[in-house]
């Protein structure tokens, strides 16, 4: 499962709560799981949409996924599974394009006052929901509200005051400061979907996902499947397929197998140990894509020696993340000491730490830092974490320091460093695209992730400027210097940015895999 | 404990237990499987203290320059996805393996032992409380309690072992209290006790004994299963963490591996439970065959029955 | 016999009745607090009461485990802490997939120990009983992951006959299921099989030297009769009780293969649960194998002591 950045993890109370409102009655005659097929069409919302058959040339995709989405409510999920389903059944007002910039999507266009305060988004015409309703302003606005309010990703819309229907094509959004990365934001990925007003005044969101994306939703059997069918009134190109089903298979090896085998189309990673195996078999389409991903180690500084930056660069310098990368990744990561992989705009070509086990150990003894033993907590829920602290431990162990691996499932992980228990810990941020993704909540003094406790006044001054500089290249000359501060004071000490892997049968076409992990079906036909 | 020791504890009205020790004894290695499976504990036991001395590398001796190399005089067992070597993480686990499995059996040995015999010697409600409170953890299927008892603790090898000790711990105390009863009304005791001996010095002198054979013969099939079920905790990554090298825990790492063709991960850290297990119940078999004429089955004892 | 059913099935009851204190007992001594560790970095006292006070987590224990126990009892089981499901229909959902693998790994188990067991009876001492006794040892010992993971190797990996893992439903593709099936069954079969030679063994000894044996042989009558008509007939009810046994044991210990083997049963679901913290669901997967081995436990009694009309009377 992968954790959506840069969110802990509200999800969890969404679900509870979700959980204490179903607890009432189990119908035991459920046959959950079985009989999709025949659901399909009993639940189908608007009989209408069956008829439509043109804007498919068919055939249904079975794409596995490696688990569960812990539900379809995209505000409230951290689910990376549920946002794999989610991406082709909803749209978000703007959308990441090929090139990760903002591109049109459910808004057609937009303006920006001169003061760059107001920004004034015009709809697209014609837009209809999966239930047949009309895409209107409202829409919009309860969305955003929504999201506001759900407090999964509200930190992206900080920078506005209101939102606002004049009509039902305009969008109004009143901004507390100026946002030069606001498309960014509000179109970053499905955690920003439109619904509709309706299904947030009946509280379905969650449960009759109702998008305008080029995919309904059918069923979800947790545990089984989900299934899509096609959208006949997309207003972008395609869709293609009748469907989508996806399967989802935990187990990596049988992922595998059942794609050799045919039995499915599409899965959504692969072991990176089998990169190879597959690029070898001409009936496996592997794609490996560099990702916006990144891990790093961070340790905690509220808690000495590591209040001691000396202390810090030490352990940076004393760290071999060459090493590191090949165990965690074999050849498909690319070791980098800063956050931004170098695909990017914003990437900064800086590492000034290498692996110099003498400096480590200079830096320590200068000091006065000797017997120190480290507690790095990890989690078996990200299975790359510990496989990283084993390395970690015999890189350190040769300067002297002596590493506790500490494993904890994923939620008490989270507990523990919310509550700051912990000297270091290893994890990756993932699907970041606006470098402010990248550093404000992590490396602020006030960030909401900052949970190292990283505080310096310079690196707060230029992160606030950063975000509201509106000429691309001064701002980006700010995160640089940001970046160059935050590595020096090893608030992270990164390590990689991994690739991005996926593999499909030849009959896959007009799929591609995208460095946002962004998993768009809807130009996908089986050949 | 010297031989002294048990000679004098063990010691019951009508029977030199130095001589009949010395008779198990024989009878033991008479039995040549189980002679065989002595030896291979010995060898293991043995290895798993020399670990440090013997193993040609540390265990978490890690170097990506020789990650994943098929066995060769420089690596006898192979490299695994670290670079680290297999055999001597092999050698480690035996520590590990013999470690949960002693404490482990230790925790029931000691708790059914006690339960047993306060069950059994003072009989009445005592004995119907405690022995339904036994048949309720009876009532679980044996892997699955330790699940859960791990579960609640959260894994690490402490939680492993206390999870494994009180999953055993009903066998050990039926054991006993079936033994304390049998011994119970036997003429010895109940002269002892006519002549004003205390509770304590009865079961000491007299009880305990006489339920020595069958907890010997128990303790030694349960250590196999102690193994075995440590080996499936770690497999399921809720025993044993990381660096550590149980066996279980390098088979769940070398299932990564077997579609890449690297089976040296598999096969090493398995034969080695493999091993370890037979041989612990070969010694078992043979120390029933030789102590406990009733010859209660290996699985009768693992409480599958 | 009447009264003996009565008895056997009131200390099912008693014993399942422990079995779901102490489930319950297990999960509310956790250390720590679910509902904390649950709510993570967004720590929030309102909304931590709230959780509490809706999941009914603030009323006394004992009010707790009635709840949760009359629930349990009406089918009821709760929901997921992870998923919001129900989990009785989460779990019903597995349930077949471990039903299935464990009957038929009990087949594969019967298929090894039936001819292993009264051939090695019959020629006692020769070398097929040896080899015979050789096998189940061997089997006893073996761990069963790492068998699973052998048969892989071999006859996924190597060879090529058989899906390494996955399971497929036989409703949908009968010809696949069985394709799927058959590595994890021969994995718990095997292990079971080893256990049920040495028992088809020891019973087809005991009715070997029975008395009338002996008399139907001193008579000079044919050995195959005297195998078919005078020993078998007495040596199948035990056989037959152990055989129902072995089931109740592979209901709670496959799933270790479950894991192997990526079998989406009702183990796998129960690990899960331990993995994610989800205790409500980890509750109702270990209440529902216990009931389970505690059920089949009790029909092999009772089934016992109707085979065997002695047993009631002891």
């Known amino acids: 499962m992968r954790w959506r950045s840069p969110l802990a993890l509200l999800a969890l109370l969404a679900l509870i709560a979700a959980a204490c409102d179903g ?505 | ?167 055993f711990t009903p066998i050990f105390a039926r054991v006993v209290r079936g033994s304390v009863l049998s011994v119970r009304e036997e003429v010895f005791v109940r002269a002892s006790r006519s002549l004003g001996a205390s509770d304590w010095r009865i079961i000491s002198r007299h009880v305990l004994p006489n339920v020595a054979a069958p907890v010997i013969v128990q303790t030694s099939l349960s250590l196999a299963f102690a193994i075995l079920t440590e080996a499936a905790l770690s497999y399921l990554g809720i025993g044993v963490q990381p660096p550590r090298p149980a066996w279980g825990l390098m088979l769940l790492d070398a299932q990564g591996f077997i579609a890449t063709g690297e089976w040296w991960m598999s096969i090493f850290p398995g034969l080695a439970i493999f091993i370890t297990v037979a041989s612990l119940n070969l010694v078992g078999d043979g120390l029933r065959d030789a102590l406990d004429p009733k010859q209660r089955s290996i699985i009768q004892s693992r409480g599958v029955t | 016999m009447g009264r003996y059913v009565l008895r056997r099935t009131a200390q099912a009851a008693v014993a399942l009745l422990g079995v779901s204190i102490v489930v319950f007992a297990l999960i509310h001594l956790v250390p720590g607090d679910p509902v904390r560790t649950a709510l993570g970095t967004r720590f929030d006292q309102d909304l931590y009461d709230a959780l509490i006070a809706r999941s009914g987590l603030d009323q006394p224990l004992l009010v707790q485990y009635w709840n949760w126990l009359t629930g349990a009892l009406t089918g009821d089981l709760g929901v997921s802490f992870r998923t919001g499901e129900p989990i009785t229909a989460a779990l019903l959902q597995r349930l077949p997939a471990t039903a299935l693998l464990a009957v038929a790994s009990l087949l594969v188990g019967l298929l090894i120990a039936l001819p292993a067991g009264i051939i090695s009876a019959v020629r006692q001492g020769k070398p097929v009983d040896y080899a015979a006794s050789g096998f189940s040892q061997i089997g006893v010992s073996v761990p069963d992951f790492w068998f699973g993971l052998l048969l892989i190797l071999v006859f996924a990996r190597t060879l090529g006959w058989l899906p390494p893992s996955g399971y497929t439903s036989p409703l949908e593709d009968p010809v696949e299921a069985i394709r799927r099936l058959i590595l994890p069954a021969v994995t718990a079969g095997v292990v079971t099989g080893a256990i049920l030679t040495r028992f088809v063994r020891s019973s087809v000894l005991e009715a070997m030297s029975a008395e009338h044996v002996r008399l139907a042989r001193a008579k000079g009558m044919p050995d195959r009769y005297i195998l078919r008509h005078h020993v078998l007939r007495n040596a199948w009810i035990p056989v037959v009780t152990v055989t129902g046994l072995q089931l109740a044991t592979l209901l709670g210990g496959i799933v270790v293969v479950e894991v192997v083997f990526a079998w989406p049963g009702v183990g796998r679901y129960a690990l899960d649960s331990v993995v994610r913290r989800d205790y409500p669901a980890l509750q109702g997967a270990v209440l529902l194998i216990a009931a389970g081995f505690l059920l089949i436990n009790l029909l092999v009694d009772l089934l016992y002591a109707k085979l065997d009309p002695r047993i009631s009377v002891s």
């Not at chain 1, 069956?50 to 688990?67: K, M, N, Q, R, W």
């Not at chain 1, 399967?247 to 899965?267: H, M």
């Not at chain 1, 509220?302 to 930056?309: L, M, T, W």
């Not at chain 2, 039995?31 to 798993?48: D, K, Y």
Request: proline share 6%; no cysteine; aromatic share 10%.
């Open chain 1, 23 to 527: 607890g009432e009655a189990v119908d035991v005659d459920d046959p959950t799981g079985e009989d999709v097929t025949d659901e399909t069409v009993d639940d189908d919302p608007d009989p209408d949409d069956d008829v439509e058959e043109d804007a498919a040339t068919g055939g249904t995709l079975i794409a596995a996924i490696g688990g569960d989405p812990d539900q379809l409510d995209p505000h409230t999920t951290t689910s990376s599974f549920a946002f794999t389903v989610l991406e082709n059944v909803y749209d978000t007002l703007v959308q990441p394009g090929d090139d990760l910039t903002p591109e049109p999507a459910l808004a057609e266009s937009w303006e920006t006052s001169d003061d760059l305060l107001t920004w004034t988004f015009t709809l697209r015409d014609g837009v209809t929901f999966h239930d047949g309703s009309a895409l209107t302003a409202d829409d919009v606005v309860a969305s955003f509200e929504r999201i506001a309010e759900e407090g999964q990703n509200a930190f992206r819309l900080d920078a506005v005051d209101s939102f606002a229907a004049p009509d039902d094509t305009t969008v109004v959004m009143e901004l507390n400061r100026p946002a030069p990365n606001l498309l960014d934001q509000v179109g970053a990925f499905k955690g920003m979907a439109i619904v509709s007003a309706a299904a947030i005044e009946d509280g379905t969101v969650g449960d009759e996902p109702n998008g305008t994306g080029p995919f309904s939703f059918v069923s979800f059997s947790p545990g089984d499947n989900v299934v899509l069918e096609a959208n006949p009134d997309y207003w972008g190109e395609g869709p293609f397929l009748d469907g989508i089903e996806f399967q989802v298979i935990p187990d990596e090896s049988v992922k595998v197998t059942n794609l050799e085998t045919g039995e499915v189309d599409w899965i959504d990673s692969v072991p990176p140990q089998q990169i190879d195996q597959l690029e070898a078999d001409p009936d496996i389409e592997m794609s490996q894509v560099a990702g916006n991903d990144y891990w790093y180690l961070s340790l905690n500084n509220a808690r000495e020696p590591f209040d001691d930056v000396d202390v810090r660069r030490a352990i940076a310098f004393a760290l071999n993340i060459d090493d590191i990368t090949e165990a965690a990744n074999f050849d498909a990561a690319t070791p980098n000491e800063t956050a931004i992989p170098e695909t990017s705009f914003w990437f900064l070509d800086y590492a000034p730490y290498g692996h110099d086990p003498d400096q480590a150990q200079a830096l320590l003894d200068d000091a006065g830092v000797s017997d120190l033993t480290i507690d790095l907590m990890v989690t078996n829920e990200f299975p790359e974490t510990v496989t990283a602290a084993q390395v970690i431990a015999s890189q350190l162990g040769e300067v002297g320091i002596e590493v506790d691996i500490r494993i904890e499932d994923f939620s008490t992980w989270l507990a523990e460093q919310g509550d700051g228990n912990f000297d270091a810990f290893a994890l990756g941020w993932l699907g970041n695209i606006d470098p402010d993704d990248f550093y404000y909540a992590q490396h602020h003094s006030e960030g909401v992730n900052n949970f190292q406790g990283f505080a310096d006044d310079e690196v707060d001054e230029l992160l606030d400027a950063a975000r509201e500089e509106t000429d691309e290249d001064a701002r980006k000359a700010l995160y640089d210097q940001a970046a160059t501060r935050i590595v020096d004071l090893a608030s992270y000490i990164y390590f990689y940015n991994p690739d991005i892997l996926e593999a499909w049968s030849p009959e896959v076409q007009g799929y591609e895999t995208r460095p946002d992990v962004a998993t768009r079906f809807a130009t996908t036909s089986l050949g």
């Open chain 2, 1 to 167: 404990m010297s031989e002294h020791d048990d000679a004098e504890q063990l010691q019951a009205p009508d029977e030199p237990a130095e001589a009949r020790w010395k008779e198990t004894l024989s009878a033991l290695f008479a039995n040549r499987l189980a002679a065989a499976g002595v030896v291979v504990l010995a060898l293991l036991i043995l290895s798993a203290l020399l670990a440090d001395v013997v193993a040609p590398y540390a265990f978490t001796d890690d170097d990506l320059t020789r990650r994943l190399e098929p066995p060769s005089a420089a690596h006898w067992f192979g490299t695994d996805e670290l670079g680290r070597d297999v055999f001597s993480r092999v050698l480690f686990g035996a520590r590990v393996s013999l470690q949960v499995g002693a404490v482990a059996v230790g925790i029931s040995l000691v708790l059914g032992t006690l339960i047993g015999l306060i069950s059994g010697y003072r009989g009445g409600w005592t004995d119907i409380v405690l022995m339904r409170a036994m048949d309720v953890l009876f009532s679980f299927p044996v892997v699955l309690l330790a699940i859960a008892i791990v579960a609640v603790l959260s894994p690490s090898l402490t939680n492993t072992m206390i999870a494994i000790g009180v999953v």
